[in-house]
């Protein structure tokens, strides 16, 4: 994930619901171009935090011992307002239904007190190494990434946080396990 389109989680309850904001700024190198005289956050970018705030809820349901999750499927899409600088988009991912690998999501973008977007996700969850696609050194090296970027977003104040915790267990055959 090389761009991130959320600032910080406030709420987080594994396997239910996860609360994260993106402040829209000036700032923003997109916004010269989308548009000049109407900079607004694109829809595209909208339904990015969206999956990333869905996707932080299923590495931490799962305690971060899969690599991978990816957007399989976005249904209902509605955008409802523009996000514009100087607004917040509040971003709520709350976990509706699981099948074998994938998760389904119901989404929504808030600014203030309305709606801006919303969204039924699926996201698949898997491991490489489980689908012969890498050895699985490099899922133990997403891992710790992915972990690393997930305690950035996680907001301090936020008691479930410093309950986060790594454990190397030897029979694990070196993949990390999270606990709470």
Known sequence: MRFSQLDR??????????????????????????????PVMPGVLMMEAMFQASMWLVYATDGFT??????????QVKFHD?????????????????????????????IDDHIAVRARLVLDRFNLADRGLMDESVDEYL???????????????????SQFAIS?????????????
């Open 9 to 38: 989680i406030i709420e987080l309850v594994p396997g239910e619901r996860l609360v994260a904001v993106k402040s829209l700024t000036l700032a923003e190198e997109y916004l010269q171009d989308h548009f000049p005289r109407f």
């Open 66 to 75: 899969r690599s991978s999750v990816v957007l399989n499927e976005a249904r």
């Open 82 to 110: 523009f996000v514009e600088p100087g607004s917040q988009l509040r971003v709520t991912s709350n976990w509706t239904k699981t099948d074998d690998n994938l998760v389904m999501l119901q989404t929504q973008g808030d």
């Open 143 to 161: 891992i710790q990434e992915r972990l690393k970027i997930f305690r950035r977003l996680q907001d301090a104040r936020n008691l479930y946080n």
């Open 168 to 180: 190397n267990d030897p029979n694990r055959n070196g993949n990390p396990r999270v606990t709470t």
